[in-house]
């Protein structure tokens, strides 16, 4: 019964290509996050959805757009990967933004 | 100077001691504090989450708040292997702004 899924759990990519990590999240929440971990372990918001609206978009390139077609998904395509992309990537949800509950799995993104 | 500054340690402490882990901010608008743990290679699950100051216990974790001197603390008595873990604060802002801003985490070894 996992409450937050992610697919895939790792992505081995080259530079210039694009992909998309799919999010789903079973706990009937209203609110869903993106966020990015690098390699020192920092984790920074990327995006928030409340309701299938975005709410938070921080500043990140327009190479990130999120999508959300109900409020259970919300996916992540990058296009033109960089090498400086490499990072797992989580997505979050939770019944409402006050804060962070639930954590996916993590996707660990390498570009080469 | 970051607005959320973890020590990153790593700690290691022999089972059964009591473990204190701090965060200091320079934000003095953060008023909702959480304390995250992850396990490695797992996403961050959510500990404590505190409004202002003062204390809050759950079990074998305590979270203490420290406004006039912003700084933040989770202790963990009786600690066990089975916590050994990073462990992330975070805090935001109150009213309608929701972005979490994370320390960098402690990695903690607890040692049978």
């Known amino acids: 019964d996992t409450a937050v899924s992610q697919t895939p759990k790792y992505l081995v990519t080259q530079m210039g290509n694009d992909k998309s990590i799919k999010c789903e999240q079973n706990?009937?929440?209203?609110?869903m996050y993106w966020y990015k971990q690098d390699s020192k372990k920092f984790l920074k918001i990327m995006f928030s959805?409340?309701?299938?609206?975005?709410?938070i978009n921080e500043t990140v390139p327009n190479r990130f757009s999120p999508k959300s077609p109900d409020k259970a998904h919300l996916n992540l395509h990058i296009n033109s990967l960089e090498l400086g992309d490499s990072a797992v990537y989580f997505c979050?949800?939770?019944?409402?933004?006050?804060?962070?509950?639930?954590f996916g799995p993590g996707t660990r993104l390498t570009v080469t | 100077q970051k607005e959320v500054e973890q020590d990153p340690g790593p700690l290691s402490v022999p089972e059964g001691a009591i473990v204190s882990l701090n965060c200091t901010y320079s934000?003095?608008?953060?008023?909702?504090f959480m304390w995250y743990r992850q396990y490695s290679r797992k996403g961050p699950e959510l500990l404590m989450y505190?409004?202002?100051?003062g204390n809050k216990e759950d079990g074998r974790f305590t979270a203490q708040v420290d406004k006039s001197s912003k700084y933040i603390s989770l202790f963990i008595r009786d600690s066990q292997p089975s916590d050994s873990a990073t462990y992330l604060c975070?805090?935001?802002?109150?009213?309608?702004?929701?972005?979490?801003?994370f320390g960098k985490g402690t990695l903690l070894t607890v040692n049978p």
């Open positions: 975070a805090m935001r802002r109150g009213g309608s702004n929701y972005k979490l801003t």
């Open positions: 959805y409340n309701n299938k609206e975005l709410i």
């Open positions: 706990l009937g929440h209203d609110t």
């Open positions: 505190t409004y202002s100051s």
């Open positions: 934000n003095s608008a953060f008023q909702y």
């Open positions: 979050a949800s939770s019944q409402d933004m006050s804060t962070v509950k639930y």
